[in-house]
Antibody, heavy 126, light 107 residues
């Protein structure tokens, strides 16, 4: 069974750095086509895509947030880590990690985001 | 980045009604369009990928169609358990982008 589970601090102060961990089960990011993506959702607002890391260690980021985001992998622990610097109250919300599968064709094509973690709520406040 | 414009932002309908939501992409994304359902306090759930392919286990009253820049999601006969917010998302290329969501309520 494929699952993802987010973990990290529930409360961070403005200007601090947020580190969230996504623990994968039932699949590995070292398998061809596997990708892990991060999405967030401010309270009462729409989903916002943040970042994606694929099986070849390629990393992609939200255009407007790219200077603050870093995604990395701890292969030995089957974990993916999202780091966001200079946190602001506007970054308050639920953060999800999820799986995406890329399928080979004339190029790689992404399928839907098919398995999501339960989400972790982050509040930015002093 | 590709912008996704979803409409309406909310709608109210009765049980048994046919409900449709549209999503417009700012550029051609072929059929790389997915639809998700999100209930309060829950993670989104993938319903449709590739514009029209139903995810395994998803009821057949849900459907999707479209290609290029115009897409439609339909619930053929609204059920009480369909009350949720629905999002479109393009996966033609990264950065992925989501529509603003459509909240479906019971009249």
């Amino acid at each position: 069974q494929v699952t993802l589970r987010e973990s990290g601090p529930a409360l961070v102060k403005p200007t601090q750095t947020l580190k969230l961990t996504c623990t994968l089960s039932g699949f590995s990011l070292t398998t061809d086509g596997m990708c892990v993506t991060w999405i967030r959702q401010p309270p009462g607002k729409a989903l916002e895509w943040l970042a994606l890391m694929d099986w070849e260690d390629h990393k992609y980021y939200n255009t407007s947030l790219r200077t603050r985001l870093t995604v990395s992998e701890d292969t030995s622990k089957n974990q993916v880590v999202l780091t966001m610097t200079n946190m602001d109250p506007a970054d308050t919300g639920t953060y999800y990690c999820a799986r995406v599968i890329a399928v080979a064709g004339t190029r790689y094509y992404y399928n839907g985001i098919d398995v999501w973690g339960q989400g972790t709520t982050v509040t930015v406040s002093s | 980045d590709i912008q996704m414009t979803q409409s309406p932002s909310s709608l109210s309908a009765s049980v048994g009604d046919r409900v449709s939501i549209t999503c417009q992409a700012s550029q051609d994304i072929a059929d790389y369009l997915n639809w998700y359902q999100q209930k309060p306090g829950k993670a989104p759930k993938l319903l449709i990928y590739g514009s029209s392919t139903l995810e395994t286990g998803v009821p057949s009253r849900y459907s999707g169609r479209g290609s290029g820049t115009e897409f439609t999601f339909t619930i053929s006969s609204l059920q009480p358990e369909d009350i949720a917010t629905y999002y479109c998302q393009q996966c033609d290329n990264v950065p992925f982008t989501f529509g603003g969501g459509t909240k479906v309520e019971l009249k």
